[in-house]
């Protein structure tokens, strides 16, 4: 079927059939992490997940904040929180950043982290997990713990963890 | 329209060069836990909307309207964001207020300008790519054309373009919350490093980081509390030309427009005489003279008598950026309009009553160039 508009190659642009100016953006920055971040990046190198708790309302929030979001005191209590924890919920992205189809699916996760309050949770991805139970949405609920990076390796990164994986549950 | 707003807190932190050891949600939340302080609420029960200031190109984060209601107060409440300074942020909560929809509306904008790695290319990127990009790199050419004119069509001294530079950087000295303070000579600026003649290194005020918060509200809210409190007499903001061609660089008609909506708001007819103390923009030296000229506060002194005189020290007839302006305090990007109301709240509670009506103004560029302006009495 013959669609209807004047369809436009690359080609076309480089041959100056059509007018266009090119440009190069040059945005670069160095984001301040703060207090609470900090912390959290470098408990990740030492392979720890740390939290923080509002003394005032009792949550404990993963990743930590110098403040609490519902209670608007400052968070002050420092919690390390386990590797593990259950899927909120969770997707099989297909898309690559450069809208191109991906070969393998990344499946990417909600997860609450045992130790924080419910609904705190970090966002990662997970691994060794068949596309089909996400779909099927078996896969929430389910019991996952983090796989790190061996320790020479690590920079301080939320990449310091490779991705959460399911644990066998008796 | 009538005006029947009041500012009951305002909160800052201080304004620094950069500030490594915060993150941007981190300052936002000082000035806010200041500022809900200052006006005796609580967020969480009496703020009914959040408005912010914020461009995405400062932030390096797109969408950045996103990333605010935590630090703020303001989960599960509405929030909007301005692109733009705060002091248009204000303009907004003015609205609200004013649709009697709303009673407590907090207003918050920041700067995290040494995040950036390289602000002209953040600059250059504002321009058109078609026609201004290819020809010039640094936006402080406009300031030079702008300079250039303005000073040759009032005639303006060079000298007195350089005392505002040691007048504010001085002013700024007695403000806590000001990292330019300086006793600087009119001479050290004029044997400064010309930058795009005639403007000079030291006619451009300095980057800072910082945040404030500014909470609105009600004449209800204001009797509720028993509080007494500035009001915003009146308020407006003008959009010149996105065609750089075609701006008024000598003495521009939009910051004029924007002070008539304010002084009709206001029911003002002699500025001069109405006002006790302006906060006017000065991000480059001479900016405060022209604006000083255009918003009607020259009481028909030449700007060089004007400064020659002494009319807009602090012990002056017309004080003019008593903390240190931009070029005392940082110019902290879309921070700037809040860090004015900031200085002049602070100015007027200061003031034992004898301040009766500040100004507040402040200007956004490029393309298009727009100044905001409110005028706060009691």
Same mark, same amino acid.
């Given at each position: 079927m013959k669609l209807p508009g004047t369809p436009y190659k690359n080609e076309d642009f480089k041959a100056g059939k059509i007018p266009y100016v090119e440009d190069k953006p040059d945005a670069r920055y160095q984001f301040s992490v703060g207090i609470a971040m900090s912390r959290f990046l470098e408990e990740l190198r030492k392979g720890k997940i740390i939290g923080i708790k509002c003394i005032h309302c009792g949550r404990v929030y993963v990743p930590p904040r110098t403040f609490c979001s519902y209670c608007f005191k400052p968070t002050s209590k420092w919690v390390y929180v386990k590797d593990t924890g259950i899927v909120n919920t969770a997707v099989v992205s297909y898309i690559a950043a450069d809208r191109g189809r991906m070969d393998k699916p990344l499946v990417v996760a909600v997860i609450e982290l045992d130790g924080a309050s419910p609904g705190m949770g970090i966002l990662h991805k997970l691994g060794n997990v068949d596309p089909e139970d996400v779909t099927s949405r078996k896969i929430f609920g389910k019991r996952v713990r983090a796989v790190w990076k061996p320790e020479e390796e690590r920079t301080g990164s939320i990449t310091d963890i490779l991705y959460f994986e399911p644990v066998e549950e008796d | 329209m009538s005006s029947d707003v009041y500012i009951i807190g305002i909160g800052a932190t201080k304004f620094s060069p950069s500030t490594p050891e915060f993150s941007f949600k981190e300052l936002m939340y000082e000035a806010a836990v200041k500022a809900y302080n200052d006006a005796g609420i609580d967020p969480r029960k009496d703020l009914d909307v959040?408005?912010?200031?914020?461009?995405?190109?400062?932030?390096?984060?797109?969408?950045? #309207?996103?990333?605010?209601?935590?630090?703020?107060?303001?989960?599960?409440?509405?929030?909007?964001?301005?692109?733009?300074?705060?002091?248009?942020?204000?303009?907004?909560?003015?609205?609200?207020?004013?649709?009697?929809? =709303?009673?407590?509306?907090?207003?918050?904008?920041?700067?995290?300008?040494?995040?950036?790695?390289?602000?002209?290319?953040? @600059?250059?990127?504002?321009?058109?790519?078609?026609?201004?990009?290819?020809?010039?790199? +640094?936006?402080?050419?406009?300031?030079?054309?702008?300079?250039?004119?303005?000073?040759?069509?009032?005639?303006?001294?060079?000298?007195?373009?350089?005392?505002?530079?040691?007048?504010?950087?001085?002013?700024?000295?007695? +403000?806590?919350?000001?990292?330019?303070?300086?006793?600087?000579?009119?001479?050290?600026? +004029?044997?400064?490093?010309?930058?795009?003649?005639?403007?000079?290194?030291?006619?451009?005020?300095?980057?800072?980081?910082?945040?404030?918060?500014?909470?609105?509200?009600?004449?209800?809210?204001?009797?509720?509390?028993?509080?007494?409190?500035?009001?915003?007499?009146?308020?407006? @903001?003008?959009?010149?030309?996105?065609?750089?061609?075609?701006?008024?660089?000598?003495?521009?008609?939009?910051?004029?427009?924007?002070?008539?909506?304010?002084?009709?708001?206001? +029911?003002?007819?002699?500025?001069? #005489?109405?006002? #006790?103390?302006?906060?006017?923009?000065?991000?480059?030296? =001479?900016?405060?003279?022209?604006?000083?000229?255009?918003?009607?506060?020259?009481?028909?002194y030449s700007l060089n008598e004007l400064v020659y005189n002494g009319v807009t020290y602090p012990d002056g007839d017309l004080p003019v950026n008593p903390f240190g302006g931009y070029l005392g305090c940082g110019y902290p990007l879309v921070a700037g309009g809040l860090q004015k109301l900031y200085n002049a709240v602070m100015y007027m509670r200061s003031g034992g009553g004898d301040v009766e009506t500040a100004l507040v103004m402040t200007r956004m560029e490029y393309p298009s160039p727009s100044a905001a302006v409110a005028i706060l009495g009691w």
């Open positions: - | 959040m408005v912010t200031a914020a461009e995405d190109y400062w932030e390096g984060i797109s969408i950045f #309207d996103e990333y605010v209601p935590d630090q703020l107060g303001a989960v599960l409440k509405p929030v909007f964001t301005v692109s733009g300074d705060g002091l248009w942020g204000v303009a907004h909560a003015h609205m609200l207020i004013n649709t009697g929809q =709303f009673d407590v509306v907090a207003v918050e904008a920041h700067s995290k300008a040494s995040d950036i790695v390289d602000i002209q290319s953040i @600059w250059r990127m504002a321009l058109d790519p078609y026609i201004h990009r290819p020809l010039v790199d +640094n936006v402080h050419v406009f300031a030079g054309l702008e300079m250039n004119i303005f000073m040759e069509s009032l005639d303006v001294d060079r000298d007195a373009v350089s005392l505002v530079v040691s007048k504010n950087m001085g002013n700024a000295l007695g +403000n806590p919350l000001a990292p330019y303070g300086a006793d600087v000579d009119p001479d050290m600026v +004029n044997e400064s490093e010309v930058v795009s003649y005639p403007l000079r290194s030291m006619d451009i005020s300095k980057y800072s980081d910082g945040a404030v918060v500014a909470v609105l509200a009600s004449r209800k809210v204001v009797e509720d509390l028993g509080v007494d409190a500035p009001r915003i007499l009146g308020i407006g @903001w003008v959009s010149g030309s996105s065609y750089i061609e075609e701006w008024d660089f000598a003495a521009p008609e939009f910051v004029w427009r924007a002070g008539q909506l304010a002084y009709s708001m206001a +029911n003002i007819n002699d500025p001069y #005489d109405s006002i #006790d103390v302006a906060f006017i923009d000065d991000r480059y030296s =001479f900016r405060e003279l022209q604006s000083i000229y255009t918003l009607g506060l020259d009481n028909g």
